[in-house]
Every structure is written in structure tokens, then in C-alpha cells.
């Protein structure tokens, strides 16, 4: 089960952030922020974009402030980037998900 919560905004949104292992290698874990009407709403999202088994249970890893900043910003209210390991502060720009969904490009030979 991925870590994660929510917080709920004073207009009645909420911003919902998960821990999310990495769509392309599995190895490295993903801090996927979402900004949706209720919770239910966010992780529809996260499930329409293909990312199915997305379950929120619980509060331990609710969204700070400054997650809560950068996915208020974002045009499309939902972006990621490495989640901090340990206590690390991550120096990682926020990205918008089309980067995480992308398919890498294969090389063509000839």
C-alpha cells in the first residue's frame, strides 16, 4: 500500500499526495500530488490515467504547504517528482504527469 493523505482546502478542495513506486523502473518511489474537488475525485484521476491499484487509506503522508503551493500553481493540478528517502530533501522540480506516464522513445536501428 502506497503512503499517503490529504488535505482539505479552505474553498473545500482538496489536494491528495501519494507515494507512488515509478511507472517506468518500479525501483524508485514518486510523490504524485492531485488537486480534485474530494478525495474520491483525485484518485479517479490517478485511475484514468492508467494507474489502477491507487488506494488512499489513512494520513500519514499528508501534502506540506509547499506541495499544497506547487500543485495549486500547476495548471492541470496534478504533478510529481522522487519523494524524499529518509529525510532527504529532495532538489527535484515538480513535474507534470504526462513526463511520469511517457513512454521512453526506442532507438530505432538501421
Wanted: glycine share 8%; charged share 15%; aromatic share 4%.
Amino acid at each position: 500500500m502506497a503512503a499517503g493523505g490529504f488535505s482539505k482546502l479552505p474553498n473545500g478542495t482538496v489536494v491528495v499526495a501519494l507515494n507512488l513506486p515509478h511507472v517506468a523502473d518500479g525501483s524508485t518511489v514518486v510523490r504524485v500530488l492531485v488537486h480534485a474537488q474530494n478525495r474520491a475525485r483525485a484518485l479517479t484521476r490517478l485511475r484514468n490515467l492508467g494507474l489502477r491499484a491507487i488506494y488512499l487509506r489513512g494520513n500519514s503522508a499528508p501534502p506540506t504547504p509547499d506541495e499544497i503551493t506547487a500543485v495549486l500553481h500547476h495548471p492541470d493540478g496534478l504533478i510529481w517528482r522522487t519523494a524524499p528517502d529518509h529525510g532527504v530533501t529532495v532538489t527535484e522540480l515538480w513535474h507534470p504527469i504526462r513526463a511520469l506516464l511517457r513512454r521512453p522513445a526506442v532507438a530505432r536501428q538501421g
